[in-house]
T-cell receptor, first 114, second 117 residues
Framework: EPEVTQTPSHQVTQMGQEVILRCVPI?????FYWYRQILGQKVEFLVS????????KSEIFDDQFSVERPDGSNFTLKIRSTKLEDSAMYFC????????????FGPGTRLLVL | QQQVKQSPQSLIVQKGGISIINCAYE??????FPWYQQFPGKGPALLIA?????SEKKEGRFTISFNKSAKQFSLHIMDSQPGDSATYFC????????????????FGQGTILTVHP
């Protein structure tokens, strides 16, 4: 069964450093999302991406964040200068078509900012 | 307006019992209501979903009940098993084109379910 994959599974970084989180969405999917989950809290929307541009972004997704689809398979989230409060689990999700509704989530990248 | 409220925060059920988790939403533009199951250290996995044109959907031991007028929906897990112990999230989204916030999932706070053997 096709699945969303994410790398790395864990990332430890120093405050102020740049990190890039990588995702490979399901191959025939057209809509891509990043969500984050701070430990013990709910899953929060960060950004949606379609047709090589951002469709929507949340208040969390400030100028320190960017997304890119550098090739036909990868979807990346970059945090330019990490802060302590960026420590969270980051999930990538993809869907075939928004009207279908179903989003499939990857296993996540646990980011720890020291 | 965009919130989804979920209760209870935690739930303990005996094996074989019924687990019931409730959610309420405010935005009447939501038209897709999924439930996700999450095990520790894993991503949310879609369990079952419903649209507002039906009042109930059943898949195996899992049933969603939907009350459009009350803007509430609930997950019922029949014959709960220890393997069902996980965190459950309700969510909502707008899947019709033309609206704002098209496609993004708004999640509830989550319910930690523990099923005792």
């Amino acid at each position: 069964e096709p699945e969303v994959t994410q790398t790395p599974s864990h990332q430890v970084t120093q405050m102020g450093q740049e990190v890039i989180l990588r995702c490979v969405p399901i191959s025939n999917h057209l809509y891509f999302y990043w969500y984050r989950q701070i430990l013990g809290q709910k899953v929060e929307f960060l950004v949606s991406f379609y047709n090589n541009e951002i469709s929507e972004k949340s208040e969390i997704f400030d100028d320190q964040f960017s997304v890119e689809r550098p090739d036909g398979s990868n979807f990346t989230l970059k945090i330019r200068s990490t802060k302590l409060e960026d420590s969270a689990m980051y999930f990538c999700a993809s869907s075939e078509e928004v009207s279908v509704g179903t989003q499939y989530f990857g296993p996540g990248t646990r980011l720890l900012v020291l | 307006q965009q919130q989804v409220k979920q209760s209870p925060q935690s739930l303990i059920v005996q094996k074989g019992g019924i687990s019931i988790i409730n959610c309420a939403y405010e935005n009447t533009a939501f038209d897709y209501f999924p439930w996700y199951q999450q095990f520790p250290g894993k991503g949310p996995a879609l369990l079952i979903a419903i649209r507002p044109d039906v009042s109930e959907k059943k898949e195996g031991r899992f049933t969603i009940s939907f009350n459009k007028s009350a803007k509430q929906f609930s997950l019922h897990i029949m014959d709960s098993q220890p393997g069902d112990s996980a965190t459950y999230f309700c969510a909502a989204s707008m899947t019709h084109a033309g609206g704002t916030s098209y496609g993004k999932l708004t999640f509830g706070q989550g319910t930690i379910l523990t099923v005792h053997p």
